[in-house]
Protein backbone atom coordinates (compact mmCIF):
# COMPACT_ATOMS: atom_id res chain seq x y z
CA UNK A 1 0.00 0.00 0.00
CA UNK A 2 2.42 2.37 1.22
CA UNK A 3 4.21 2.41 -2.50
CA UNK A 4 1.17 2.58 -4.23
CA UNK A 5 0.06 6.04 -2.46
CA UNK A 6 3.12 7.99 -2.60
CA UNK A 7 3.25 8.18 -6.58
CA UNK A 8 -0.59 8.66 -6.62
CA UNK A 9 0.13 12.34 -3.96
CA UNK A 10 2.20 13.08 -6.59
CA UNK A 11 0.43 12.57 -9.40
CA UNK A 12 -2.88 14.52 -7.97
CA UNK A 13 -0.49 17.22 -6.52
CA UNK A 14 0.48 17.21 -10.40
CA UNK A 15 -2.87 17.49 -11.62
CA UNK A 16 -3.94 20.07 -9.11
CA UNK A 17 -1.05 21.95 -9.80
CA UNK A 18 -1.25 22.50 -13.95
CA UNK A 19 -4.41 23.70 -12.97
CA UNK A 20 -3.32 26.59 -10.30
CA UNK A 21 -0.14 26.99 -13.17
CA UNK A 22 -2.88 27.83 -15.20
CA UNK A 23 -4.74 30.16 -14.11
CA UNK A 24 -1.65 31.84 -12.46
CA UNK A 25 0.08 32.61 -15.99
CA UNK A 26 -2.45 34.98 -17.41
CA UNK A 27 -2.90 36.42 -14.30
CA UNK A 28 0.81 37.31 -13.74
CA UNK A 29 1.20 38.30 -17.39
CA UNK A 30 -1.42 40.79 -17.44
CA UNK A 31 -0.25 42.31 -14.21
CA UNK A 32 3.56 42.17 -15.73
CA UNK A 33 2.36 44.02 -18.73
CA UNK A 34 -0.43 46.39 -17.74
CA UNK A 35 0.14 46.33 -14.24
CA UNK A 36 -3.65 45.20 -13.63
CA UNK A 37 -4.36 43.22 -10.72
CA UNK A 38 -6.86 41.33 -12.89
CA UNK A 39 -9.66 40.46 -10.38
CA UNK A 40 -12.08 39.66 -12.70
CA UNK A 41 -9.30 36.71 -14.00
CA UNK A 42 -11.40 33.70 -11.93
CA UNK A 43 -14.70 34.87 -14.10
CA UNK A 44 -12.84 34.22 -17.27
CA UNK A 45 -12.35 30.88 -16.50
CA UNK A 46 -15.53 30.49 -15.55
CA UNK A 47 -16.87 31.69 -18.69
CA UNK A 48 -14.69 29.20 -20.09
CA UNK A 49 -16.25 26.53 -19.06
CA UNK A 50 -19.66 27.58 -19.61
CA UNK A 51 -19.39 28.54 -23.17
CA UNK A 52 -18.03 25.05 -23.36
CA UNK A 53 -20.76 23.50 -22.17
CA UNK A 54 -22.85 25.65 -24.13
CA UNK A 55 -21.11 24.88 -27.10
CA UNK A 56 -21.49 20.97 -26.58
CA UNK A 57 -24.97 21.15 -25.29
CA UNK A 58 -26.93 23.89 -27.21
CA UNK A 59 -24.86 23.58 -30.52
CA UNK A 60 -23.77 19.77 -30.78
CA UNK A 61 -20.45 20.75 -31.27
CA UNK A 62 -17.18 18.43 -30.33
CA UNK A 63 -15.60 19.22 -26.91
CA UNK A 64 -12.35 20.19 -28.78
CA UNK A 65 -13.89 22.87 -31.20
CA UNK A 66 -15.95 24.19 -28.64
CA UNK A 67 -12.68 24.91 -26.45
CA UNK A 68 -11.52 26.40 -29.49
CA UNK A 69 -14.53 28.44 -29.75
CA UNK A 70 -14.66 29.28 -26.07
CA UNK A 71 -10.80 30.58 -25.61
CA UNK A 72 -11.42 32.38 -28.84
CA UNK A 73 -14.25 34.32 -27.83
CA UNK A 74 -13.15 34.85 -24.55
CA UNK A 75 -9.71 36.36 -25.65
CA UNK A 76 -11.98 38.83 -27.86
CA UNK A 77 -13.57 39.88 -24.84
CA UNK A 78 -10.83 40.32 -23.49
CA UNK A 79 -9.27 42.21 -25.91
CA UNK A 80 -12.70 44.62 -25.76
CA UNK A 81 -12.86 44.62 -22.30
CA UNK A 82 -9.09 46.44 -22.08
CA UNK A 83 -10.21 47.89 -24.93
CA UNK A 84 -12.88 49.99 -23.27
CA UNK A 85 -13.02 49.29 -19.64
CA UNK A 86 -9.48 49.30 -18.74
CA UNK A 87 -7.98 51.64 -21.44
CA UNK A 88 -8.76 54.50 -19.01
CA UNK A 89 -6.95 53.61 -16.18
CA UNK A 90 -3.87 52.56 -17.54
CA UNK A 91 -0.85 53.49 -14.92
CA UNK A 92 -3.04 53.86 -12.43
CA UNK A 93 -2.65 50.52 -10.37
CA UNK A 94 -5.32 51.16 -7.23
CA UNK A 95 -8.02 52.35 -9.74
CA UNK A 96 -8.00 49.74 -12.63
CA UNK A 97 -7.66 46.78 -9.73
CA UNK A 98 -11.31 48.16 -8.52
CA UNK A 99 -12.21 48.43 -11.97
CA UNK A 100 -11.41 44.99 -12.10
CA UNK A 101 -13.08 44.26 -9.05
CA UNK A 102 -16.06 46.24 -10.60
CA UNK A 103 -16.39 43.92 -13.42
CA UNK A 104 -15.97 40.78 -11.39
CA UNK A 105 -19.10 41.39 -10.00
CA UNK A 106 -20.71 42.13 -13.15
CA UNK A 107 -19.37 39.04 -14.80
CA UNK A 108 -20.30 36.79 -11.99
CA UNK A 109 -23.39 38.15 -11.69
CA UNK A 110 -24.34 37.56 -15.78
CA UNK A 111 -23.20 34.69 -15.24
CA UNK A 112 -25.86 34.18 -12.85
CA UNK A 113 -28.55 35.93 -15.11
CA UNK A 114 -27.32 33.58 -17.92
CA UNK A 115 -26.47 30.02 -16.62
CA UNK A 116 -28.53 30.09 -13.12
CA UNK A 117 -27.41 29.45 -9.37
CA UNK A 118 -27.53 25.48 -10.29
CA UNK A 119 -24.67 23.15 -10.50
CA UNK A 120 -24.26 21.87 -14.08
CA UNK A 121 -21.54 19.40 -15.75
CA UNK A 122 -19.98 19.45 -19.30
CA UNK A 123 -20.64 16.19 -20.71
CA UNK A 124 -17.54 13.75 -20.12
CA UNK A 125 -15.31 13.65 -22.81
CA UNK A 126 -13.19 11.05 -21.83
CA UNK A 127 -13.62 8.18 -19.59
CA UNK A 128 -11.38 4.51 -18.83
CA UNK A 129 -9.14 4.45 -16.06
CA UNK A 130 -5.45 4.20 -16.98
CA UNK A 131 -3.33 1.13 -15.32
CA UNK A 132 0.16 1.90 -14.73
CA UNK A 133 1.67 -0.95 -12.49
CA UNK A 134 -0.51 -0.99 -9.37
CA UNK A 135 -2.21 2.41 -10.07
CA UNK A 136 -4.83 3.66 -11.24
CA UNK A 137 -5.31 6.71 -12.89
CA UNK A 138 -8.67 8.19 -14.53
CA UNK A 139 -7.80 8.96 -18.08
CA UNK A 140 -10.07 12.17 -17.81
CA UNK A 141 -7.66 13.40 -15.64
CA UNK A 142 -4.54 12.43 -17.24
CA UNK A 143 -6.03 14.39 -20.49
CA UNK A 144 -6.50 17.38 -18.18
CA UNK A 145 -3.07 17.06 -17.46
CA UNK A 146 -1.65 16.40 -20.74
CA UNK A 147 -3.69 19.42 -22.61
CA UNK A 148 -2.81 21.53 -19.39
CA UNK A 149 1.18 21.26 -20.23
CA UNK A 150 0.43 21.73 -24.42
CA UNK A 151 -1.17 25.02 -23.53
CA UNK A 152 1.96 25.60 -21.19
CA UNK A 153 4.46 24.59 -23.80
CA UNK A 154 2.67 26.73 -26.47
CA UNK A 155 2.34 29.67 -23.97
CA UNK A 156 6.24 29.44 -23.18
CA UNK A 157 6.94 29.27 -27.12
CA UNK A 158 4.36 32.26 -27.71
CA UNK A 159 6.53 34.37 -25.24
CA UNK A 160 10.11 33.10 -26.66
CA UNK A 161 9.79 32.68 -29.85
CA UNK A 162 6.95 34.93 -31.89
CA UNK A 163 7.55 38.63 -32.12
CA UNK A 164 4.27 39.21 -30.05
CA UNK A 165 6.03 37.24 -27.45
CA UNK A 166 8.87 39.23 -27.42
CA UNK A 167 7.33 42.71 -27.26
CA UNK A 168 5.06 41.96 -24.52
CA UNK A 169 8.30 40.76 -22.49
CA UNK A 170 9.87 43.69 -23.09
CA UNK A 171 7.28 45.76 -22.34
CA UNK A 172 6.74 43.70 -19.61
CA UNK A 173 10.70 44.74 -18.37
CA UNK A 174 10.27 48.48 -19.19
CA UNK A 175 7.54 50.17 -20.60
CA UNK A 176 9.06 52.66 -21.62
CA UNK A 177 12.04 52.02 -23.14
CA UNK A 178 9.66 49.75 -25.33
CA UNK A 179 7.80 52.78 -26.48
CA UNK A 180 10.97 53.89 -28.01
CA UNK A 181 11.95 51.09 -29.75
CA UNK A 182 8.72 52.13 -31.40
CA UNK A 183 6.23 49.27 -30.22
CA UNK A 184 2.41 50.45 -30.27
CA UNK A 185 1.15 49.90 -27.06
CA UNK A 186 -2.42 50.66 -27.54
CA UNK A 187 -2.17 48.01 -29.96
CA UNK A 188 0.11 45.44 -27.44
CA UNK A 189 -1.57 46.25 -24.06
CA UNK A 190 -5.56 45.38 -25.27
CA UNK A 191 -3.29 41.70 -27.13
CA UNK A 192 -1.78 40.90 -23.94
CA UNK A 193 -5.05 41.25 -22.05
CA UNK A 194 -6.55 38.84 -24.47
CA UNK A 195 -4.17 36.36 -24.48
CA UNK A 196 -4.22 36.54 -20.74
CA UNK A 197 -7.92 36.09 -19.88
CA UNK A 198 -7.32 34.07 -22.81
CA UNK A 199 -5.17 31.47 -21.03
CA UNK A 200 -7.69 31.78 -17.87
CA UNK A 201 -10.57 30.61 -20.41
CA UNK A 202 -8.31 27.95 -21.61
CA UNK A 203 -7.89 26.85 -18.12
CA UNK A 204 -11.70 26.71 -17.47
CA UNK A 205 -12.56 24.72 -20.51
CA UNK A 206 -9.85 22.25 -20.10
CA UNK A 207 -10.72 21.72 -16.33
CA UNK A 208 -14.09 21.82 -17.14
CA UNK A 209 -14.92 18.48 -17.47
CA UNK A 210 -13.91 17.64 -13.81
CA UNK A 211 -16.10 19.94 -11.76
CA UNK A 212 -19.53 21.29 -11.63
CA UNK A 213 -19.87 24.84 -12.83
CA UNK A 214 -22.16 27.42 -11.41
CA UNK A 215 -20.86 31.35 -11.71
CA UNK A 216 -18.84 31.12 -8.52
CA UNK A 217 -16.73 28.68 -9.61
CA UNK A 218 -14.01 31.51 -10.50
CA UNK A 219 -13.23 32.42 -7.36
CA UNK A 220 -11.48 29.29 -5.41
CA UNK A 221 -8.96 29.19 -8.75
CA UNK A 222 -8.78 33.14 -8.66
CA UNK A 223 -7.59 32.91 -4.99
CA UNK A 224 -5.43 29.95 -5.69
CA UNK A 225 -3.88 32.17 -8.61
CA UNK A 226 -3.12 35.19 -6.02
CA UNK A 227 -1.49 32.55 -3.80
CA UNK A 228 0.96 31.15 -6.40
CA UNK A 229 1.65 34.48 -7.88
CA UNK A 230 2.53 35.57 -4.10
CA UNK A 231 4.55 32.67 -3.70
CA UNK A 232 6.85 33.38 -7.63
CA UNK A 233 7.10 36.54 -7.00
CA UNK A 234 4.19 39.01 -8.80
CA UNK A 235 4.84 39.13 -13.01
CA UNK A 236 7.09 36.04 -12.98
CA UNK A 237 6.16 33.60 -15.88
CA UNK A 238 8.59 31.42 -14.20
CA UNK A 239 7.52 31.93 -10.75
CA UNK A 240 3.97 31.23 -11.66
CA UNK A 241 5.17 27.92 -13.34
CA UNK A 242 6.72 26.56 -10.14
CA UNK A 243 4.50 27.97 -7.76
CA UNK A 244 1.90 26.48 -9.03
CA UNK A 245 3.58 23.13 -9.00
CA UNK A 246 4.75 23.36 -5.57
CA UNK A 247 1.24 24.32 -4.47
CA UNK A 248 -0.63 21.75 -5.99
CA UNK A 249 1.76 19.28 -4.32
CA UNK A 250 2.40 20.36 -1.33
CA UNK A 251 -1.81 20.66 -1.09
CA UNK A 252 -2.22 17.33 -1.73
CA UNK A 253 0.69 15.40 0.24
CA UNK A 254 -1.42 17.74 3.08
CA UNK A 255 -5.23 16.58 2.11
CA UNK A 256 -3.79 13.16 2.15
CA UNK A 257 -2.00 12.89 5.33
CA UNK A 258 -3.40 15.89 7.12
CA UNK A 259 -6.99 17.20 6.03
CA UNK A 260 -8.85 18.50 3.33
CA UNK A 261 -9.14 21.50 5.97
CA UNK A 262 -5.54 21.78 6.49
CA UNK A 263 -4.47 21.68 2.90
CA UNK A 264 -6.93 24.56 2.31
CA UNK A 265 -5.02 27.33 4.88
CA UNK A 266 -1.98 25.89 3.69
CA UNK A 267 -1.75 28.33 0.94
CA UNK A 268 -2.14 30.99 3.03
CA UNK A 269 0.31 30.07 5.64
CA UNK A 270 3.06 29.79 2.74
CA UNK A 271 1.95 33.08 1.43
CA UNK A 272 2.54 34.71 5.32
CA UNK A 273 5.62 32.37 5.20
CA UNK A 274 7.08 34.09 2.13
CA UNK A 275 6.21 37.23 3.41
CA UNK A 276 8.33 36.85 6.75
CA UNK A 277 11.35 35.39 5.10
CA UNK A 278 11.45 36.04 1.23
CA UNK A 279 9.20 39.28 0.48
CA UNK A 280 9.89 39.06 -3.42
CA UNK A 281 8.10 35.65 -3.47
CA UNK A 282 10.47 32.31 -4.23
CA UNK A 283 11.85 33.08 -7.57
CA UNK A 284 10.94 36.74 -7.84
CA UNK A 285 13.11 39.56 -8.06
CA UNK A 286 10.17 42.30 -8.37
CA UNK A 287 10.04 44.44 -5.55
CA UNK A 288 7.02 43.79 -3.33
CA UNK A 289 8.40 45.41 -0.23
CA UNK A 290 10.40 48.82 -0.92
CA UNK B 1 -11.51 73.89 11.60
CA UNK B 2 -15.62 73.41 10.56
CA UNK B 3 -17.48 76.52 10.49
CA UNK B 4 -19.67 77.27 13.26
CA UNK B 5 -22.89 77.07 10.73
CA UNK B 6 -22.00 73.57 9.63
CA UNK B 7 -21.26 72.43 13.18
CA UNK B 8 -24.64 73.44 13.60
CA UNK B 9 -26.25 72.00 10.83
CA UNK B 10 -24.79 68.84 11.49
CA UNK B 11 -25.56 68.60 15.39
CA UNK B 12 -29.28 69.35 14.32
CA UNK B 13 -29.01 66.51 11.49
CA UNK B 14 -27.89 64.33 14.48
CA UNK B 15 -30.58 65.11 17.19
CA UNK B 16 -33.04 64.95 13.96
CA UNK B 17 -31.71 61.31 13.43
CA UNK B 18 -32.99 60.45 17.25
CA UNK B 19 -36.62 61.24 16.20
CA UNK B 20 -36.31 59.02 13.23
CA UNK B 21 -38.20 55.79 14.82
CA UNK B 22 -40.72 58.14 16.57
CA UNK B 23 -41.62 60.08 13.34
CA UNK B 24 -41.93 56.81 11.35
CA UNK B 25 -41.86 53.71 13.11
CA UNK B 26 -42.06 51.47 10.70
CA UNK B 27 -40.36 47.73 11.20
CA UNK B 28 -38.98 47.22 7.70
CA UNK B 29 -37.34 50.86 6.89
CA UNK B 30 -36.01 50.57 10.40
CA UNK B 31 -34.31 47.72 9.31
CA UNK B 32 -32.81 49.32 6.19
CA UNK B 33 -32.01 52.18 8.54
CA UNK B 34 -30.06 50.18 11.06
CA UNK B 35 -28.15 47.95 7.97
CA UNK B 36 -27.25 51.52 6.90
CA UNK B 37 -25.83 52.73 10.07
CA UNK B 38 -23.97 49.44 10.17
CA UNK B 39 -22.40 50.28 6.81
CA UNK B 40 -21.50 53.81 7.74
CA UNK B 41 -19.33 52.60 10.88
CA UNK B 42 -17.97 50.40 8.62
CA UNK B 43 -17.10 52.18 5.40
CA UNK B 44 -15.79 55.20 7.22
CA UNK B 45 -13.49 52.92 9.63
CA UNK B 46 -12.05 51.38 6.37
CA UNK B 47 -11.70 55.06 4.83
CA UNK B 48 -9.16 55.68 7.58
CA UNK B 49 -7.15 52.82 6.34
CA UNK B 50 -7.53 54.24 2.84
CA UNK B 51 -6.52 57.77 3.99
CA UNK B 52 -3.15 56.76 4.90
CA UNK B 53 -2.84 54.83 1.23
CA UNK B 54 -3.81 51.71 2.13
CA UNK B 55 -6.25 49.53 0.38
CA UNK B 56 -7.37 46.90 2.63
CA UNK B 57 -9.46 43.90 1.57
CA UNK B 58 -9.51 42.66 5.28
CA UNK B 59 -11.82 44.91 6.67
CA UNK B 60 -14.98 42.49 6.83
CA UNK B 61 -12.70 39.43 8.76
CA UNK B 62 -12.32 42.26 11.41
CA UNK B 63 -16.12 42.41 11.57
CA UNK B 64 -16.37 38.78 11.77
CA UNK B 65 -13.59 39.03 14.39
CA UNK B 66 -15.85 41.39 16.34
CA UNK B 67 -18.83 39.50 15.78
CA UNK B 68 -17.55 35.94 16.83
CA UNK B 69 -15.25 37.49 20.11
CA UNK B 70 -18.58 39.30 20.96
CA UNK B 71 -21.05 36.25 20.49
CA UNK B 72 -18.46 33.84 22.07
CA UNK B 73 -18.11 36.51 25.31
CA UNK B 74 -21.59 36.92 25.78
CA UNK B 75 -22.48 33.23 25.45
CA UNK B 76 -19.58 31.44 26.80
CA UNK B 77 -17.70 33.95 29.50
CA UNK B 78 -21.07 35.33 30.66
CA UNK B 79 -20.20 38.70 29.94
CA UNK B 80 -22.35 41.87 29.66
CA UNK B 81 -22.86 43.54 26.33
CA UNK B 82 -21.41 46.62 27.68
CA UNK B 83 -18.55 44.76 28.55
CA UNK B 84 -18.26 42.48 25.34
CA UNK B 85 -18.90 45.71 22.63
CA UNK B 86 -15.68 47.09 23.58
CA UNK B 87 -13.85 43.76 24.39
CA UNK B 88 -14.92 43.06 20.38
CA UNK B 89 -13.21 46.28 19.54
CA UNK B 90 -10.17 45.71 21.23
CA UNK B 91 -9.61 41.92 20.09
CA UNK B 92 -10.37 43.70 16.49
CA UNK B 93 -7.48 46.39 17.50
CA UNK B 94 -5.03 43.77 18.80
CA UNK B 95 -5.23 41.40 15.85
CA UNK B 96 -5.03 44.48 13.66
CA UNK B 97 -1.80 45.50 15.44
CA UNK B 98 -0.17 41.85 15.00
CA UNK B 99 -0.89 41.13 11.23
CA UNK B 100 -0.47 44.94 10.79
CA UNK B 101 3.52 45.05 11.45
CA UNK B 102 3.65 42.31 9.21
CA UNK B 103 1.40 43.41 6.06
CA UNK B 104 1.44 46.86 6.27
CA UNK B 105 5.49 47.19 5.16
CA UNK B 106 4.25 45.56 1.97
CA UNK B 107 3.45 48.12 -0.79
CA UNK B 108 0.40 48.59 -3.01
CA UNK B 109 -1.17 46.05 -4.43
CA UNK B 110 0.69 43.16 -3.01
CA UNK B 111 -0.78 44.89 0.28
CA UNK B 112 -4.25 44.86 -1.19
CA UNK B 113 -3.38 40.78 -2.57
CA UNK B 114 -2.05 39.98 1.35
CA UNK B 115 -5.08 41.63 2.79
CA UNK B 116 -7.23 39.75 0.78
CA UNK B 117 -5.35 36.24 1.73
CA UNK B 118 -5.47 37.26 5.23
CA UNK B 119 -9.32 37.67 5.24
CA UNK B 120 -9.38 34.20 3.58
CA UNK B 121 -7.29 32.76 6.68
CA UNK B 122 -9.78 34.34 8.99
CA UNK B 123 -12.74 33.03 7.31
CA UNK B 124 -11.34 29.75 7.07
CA UNK B 125 -10.27 29.57 10.95
CA UNK B 126 -13.97 30.17 11.63
CA UNK B 127 -15.09 27.42 8.86
CA UNK B 128 -12.85 24.93 10.13
CA UNK B 129 -12.68 25.72 13.90
CA UNK B 130 -16.15 23.68 14.99
CA UNK B 131 -15.09 24.12 18.53
CA UNK B 132 -15.89 27.21 19.42
CA UNK B 133 -16.71 28.77 16.26
CA UNK B 134 -18.99 26.21 15.12
CA UNK B 135 -17.95 25.83 11.78
CA UNK B 136 -19.57 26.40 8.99
CA UNK B 137 -23.14 27.00 10.63
CA UNK B 138 -21.85 29.73 12.82
CA UNK B 139 -23.17 30.53 16.00
CA UNK B 140 -27.06 30.67 16.45
CA UNK B 141 -29.25 32.07 19.32
CA UNK B 142 -26.70 34.78 19.95
CA UNK B 143 -29.09 36.59 22.87
CA UNK B 144 -30.05 40.31 22.41
CA UNK B 145 -27.95 42.44 24.29
CA UNK B 146 -28.68 43.24 27.74
CA UNK B 147 -27.51 46.90 29.41
CA UNK B 148 -26.99 47.20 32.54
CA UNK B 149 -27.44 50.94 33.50
CA UNK B 150 -27.76 51.22 37.37
CA UNK B 151 -27.59 47.69 39.23
CA UNK B 152 -31.43 45.83 39.58
CA UNK B 153 -32.21 48.00 36.41
CA UNK B 154 -31.29 45.99 33.10
CA UNK B 155 -32.62 46.89 29.52
CA UNK B 156 -32.95 43.98 26.90
CA UNK B 157 -32.47 45.38 24.02
CA UNK B 158 -34.68 43.56 21.03
CA UNK B 159 -37.21 45.37 19.75
CA UNK B 160 -35.71 47.10 16.27
CA UNK B 161 -36.38 50.89 17.99
CA UNK B 162 -34.06 50.13 20.72
CA UNK B 163 -31.61 48.54 18.99
CA UNK B 164 -31.69 51.49 16.42
CA UNK B 165 -31.04 53.78 19.26
CA UNK B 166 -27.75 51.54 20.11
CA UNK B 167 -26.62 51.42 16.62
CA UNK B 168 -27.31 55.38 16.26
CA UNK B 169 -25.18 55.71 19.54
CA UNK B 170 -22.24 53.73 18.67
CA UNK B 171 -22.04 55.45 15.08
CA UNK B 172 -22.37 58.63 16.06
CA UNK B 173 -19.25 58.51 18.50
CA UNK B 174 -17.76 56.30 15.90
CA UNK B 175 -18.17 59.35 13.17
CA UNK B 176 -16.99 61.83 16.07
CA UNK B 177 -13.84 60.61 16.65
CA UNK B 178 -12.89 59.72 13.50
CA UNK B 179 -13.82 63.01 12.35
CA UNK B 180 -11.95 64.21 15.30
CA UNK B 181 -8.58 61.94 14.26
CA UNK B 182 -9.22 64.08 10.74
CA UNK B 183 -8.88 67.67 12.05
CA UNK B 184 -6.28 66.81 14.05
CA UNK B 185 -2.54 66.64 13.25
CA UNK B 186 -3.22 62.61 12.47
CA UNK B 187 -5.05 63.49 9.94
CA UNK B 188 -2.60 65.44 8.29
CA UNK B 189 -0.05 63.43 8.66
CA UNK B 190 -2.20 60.16 7.19
CA UNK B 191 -3.04 62.44 4.28
CA UNK B 192 0.67 63.10 3.56
CA UNK B 193 1.89 59.29 4.23
CA UNK B 194 -0.92 59.12 1.03
CA UNK B 195 0.30 61.74 -0.93
CA UNK B 196 4.21 62.06 -0.57
CA UNK B 197 5.43 59.10 1.85
CA UNK B 198 9.04 59.95 1.45
CA UNK B 199 8.41 63.31 1.85
CA UNK B 200 6.39 62.61 4.64
CA UNK B 201 9.35 60.71 6.34
CA UNK B 202 11.71 63.71 5.70
CA UNK B 203 9.29 66.01 7.70
CA UNK B 204 9.53 63.74 10.62
CA UNK B 205 6.29 61.52 10.54
CA UNK B 206 6.93 58.46 11.32
CA UNK B 207 4.74 56.87 8.36
CA UNK B 208 4.36 53.39 9.51
CA UNK B 209 3.42 54.56 12.66
CA UNK B 210 0.66 56.47 10.67
CA UNK B 211 -0.48 53.55 8.98
CA UNK B 212 -0.51 51.06 11.93
CA UNK B 213 -2.59 53.59 13.56
CA UNK B 214 -5.27 53.74 11.29
CA UNK B 215 -5.22 49.97 10.58
CA UNK B 216 -5.51 49.66 14.62
CA UNK B 217 -8.18 51.55 14.71
CA UNK B 218 -10.02 50.55 12.06
CA UNK B 219 -9.75 47.06 13.31
CA UNK B 220 -11.55 48.47 16.68
CA UNK B 221 -14.46 49.97 14.95
CA UNK B 222 -14.58 47.13 12.10
CA UNK B 223 -15.30 45.28 15.66
CA UNK B 224 -17.19 46.78 16.80
CA UNK B 225 -19.85 46.92 14.09
CA UNK B 226 -19.55 43.04 14.03
CA UNK B 227 -20.70 42.78 17.42
CA UNK B 228 -23.51 45.23 16.76
CA UNK B 229 -24.12 43.18 13.42
CA UNK B 230 -23.69 39.82 15.55
CA UNK B 231 -26.07 40.68 18.01
CA UNK B 232 -28.69 42.35 15.99
CA UNK B 233 -29.34 39.60 13.78
CA UNK B 234 -28.63 36.86 16.16
CA UNK B 235 -26.67 34.55 13.79
CA UNK B 236 -23.66 34.73 12.58
CA UNK B 237 -21.59 32.64 9.86
CA UNK B 238 -17.98 32.13 8.40
CA UNK B 239 -20.60 33.31 5.31
CA UNK B 240 -21.42 36.75 6.46
CA UNK B 241 -17.83 38.15 6.39
CA UNK B 242 -16.47 37.32 3.08
CA UNK B 243 -14.39 38.65 0.85
CA UNK B 244 -17.88 40.32 -0.79
CA UNK B 245 -18.54 41.93 1.99
CA UNK B 246 -15.06 43.94 2.08
CA UNK B 247 -15.73 44.42 -1.45
CA UNK B 248 -19.03 46.34 -0.66
CA UNK B 249 -16.67 48.75 1.86
CA UNK B 250 -14.27 49.45 -1.01
CA UNK B 251 -17.52 50.57 -3.50
CA UNK B 252 -19.23 52.22 -0.67
CA UNK B 253 -15.76 54.52 -0.62
CA UNK B 254 -15.41 54.81 -4.19
CA UNK B 255 -18.76 55.62 -5.28
CA UNK B 256 -19.38 58.47 -2.41
CA UNK B 257 -15.96 59.37 -2.61
CA UNK B 258 -12.58 58.94 -0.84
CA UNK B 259 -11.67 62.25 0.08
CA UNK B 260 -13.31 62.49 4.09
CA UNK B 261 -15.90 60.93 6.06
CA UNK B 262 -19.06 62.34 3.97
CA UNK B 263 -17.89 60.19 1.26
CA UNK B 264 -18.62 56.53 2.79
CA UNK B 265 -21.80 57.93 4.48
CA UNK B 266 -23.16 58.82 1.19
CA UNK B 267 -22.32 56.23 -0.60
CA UNK B 268 -23.73 53.99 2.43
CA UNK B 269 -26.94 55.76 2.37
CA UNK B 270 -27.23 55.62 -1.63
CA UNK B 271 -26.24 51.65 -2.28
CA UNK B 272 -27.02 50.24 1.23
CA UNK B 273 -30.66 50.54 0.98
CA UNK B 274 -30.46 50.11 -2.80
CA UNK B 275 -31.58 46.59 -2.90
CA UNK B 276 -34.81 47.57 -1.19
CA UNK B 277 -35.83 49.11 -4.35
CA UNK B 278 -34.82 46.85 -6.78
CA UNK B 279 -36.60 43.99 -4.65
CA UNK B 280 -38.47 43.04 -8.10
CA UNK B 281 -35.38 42.76 -10.47
CA UNK B 282 -32.90 40.43 -7.64
CA UNK B 283 -31.02 38.86 -10.63
CA UNK B 284 -30.18 42.44 -11.33
CA UNK B 285 -29.55 43.71 -8.18
CA UNK B 286 -25.77 42.31 -8.19
CA UNK B 287 -25.15 43.53 -11.78
CA UNK B 288 -26.03 46.88 -11.28
CA UNK B 289 -24.01 46.99 -8.25
CA UNK B 290 -20.86 45.99 -10.74
CA UNK B 291 -21.84 48.72 -13.13
CA UNK B 292 -22.24 51.28 -11.16
CA UNK B 293 -18.73 50.92 -9.81
CA UNK B 294 -17.45 50.87 -13.19
CA UNK B 295 -18.85 54.10 -14.44
CA UNK B 296 -18.27 55.94 -11.07
CA UNK B 297 -14.89 55.17 -11.45
CA UNK B 298 -14.92 56.05 -15.27
CA UNK B 299 -17.36 59.20 -15.44
CA UNK B 300 -16.90 60.53 -11.64
CA UNK B 301 -13.59 59.47 -9.76
CA UNK B 302 -14.31 61.57 -7.07
CA UNK B 303 -17.26 59.90 -5.86
CA UNK B 304 -20.75 61.42 -5.50
CA UNK B 305 -19.30 63.81 -2.70
CA UNK B 306 -17.25 65.06 -5.97
CA UNK B 307 -20.00 65.70 -8.04
CA UNK B 308 -22.08 67.29 -4.93
CA UNK B 309 -18.60 69.21 -4.14
CA UNK B 310 -19.06 70.46 -7.85
CA UNK B 311 -22.79 71.13 -8.10
CA UNK B 312 -22.42 73.65 -4.19
CA UNK B 313 -19.40 75.48 -6.60
CA UNK B 314 -21.59 75.80 -9.20
CA UNK B 315 -24.55 77.40 -7.19
CA UNK B 316 -22.26 79.39 -5.25
CA UNK B 317 -20.35 80.96 -8.27
CA UNK B 318 -24.10 81.95 -9.55
CA UNK B 319 -24.45 84.18 -5.92
CA UNK B 320 -22.72 87.41 -6.02
CA UNK B 321 -19.59 87.44 -4.14
CA UNK B 322 -20.36 89.02 -0.78
CA UNK B 323 -22.40 85.65 0.05
CA UNK B 324 -19.98 83.24 -1.14
CA UNK B 325 -17.29 84.78 1.26
CA UNK B 326 -19.30 84.46 4.53
Known amino acids: ?290 | MIPQGKTYAILALSIFLFFIPILWPDEFYLNVIISTYLQIILAVSLNMIIKTGKLSIAHAAFMGIGGYTSALAVMRLGLPYLLALPLSGLMGACIAILVGRLLLKLQGVYFVLVTFAFGEVIRLFFVNLVEPFGGPTGIINIPPPKITVFPGTTFTILSKVSYYYLVLLVMLITLFLIQRIYQSSIGKAMDCTRETEHLAEFTGINTFQQKMFAFAAGGFFAGLAGSLFAHYYRYISPESFTFWESVNLIVINVVGGMGGITGPILGSIFLVPLPEFLRGFVEYQRVLYGLILILTLWFMPAGMLGVLNKILDWMKARKPRKEAST
Open chain 1, 1 to 290: MGDTLLPQVIINGVTLGTNYVLMALGFTMIFGVLRIVNFAHGEFYMLGAFFVLTAIVKFQVSYFLAVVIAVISIGLLGFLAEEVIFRKFRDKELEGMIVALGLSILMQNLGLVAWGPYDLSIPPVFSGVLKIGSMFYPVERLMVVLLSFLLMAGFYLFLKKTKLGLAIQAIAQDTEIARVQGMRINRLYPLAFAIGTGLAAAAGSVIGPLFQLNPWMGIMPQVKAFIVVILGGIGSVPGAFLGGLILGVAESFVSTYASKAMADMLGFIIVIGILLFRPSGLFGHSHMTR
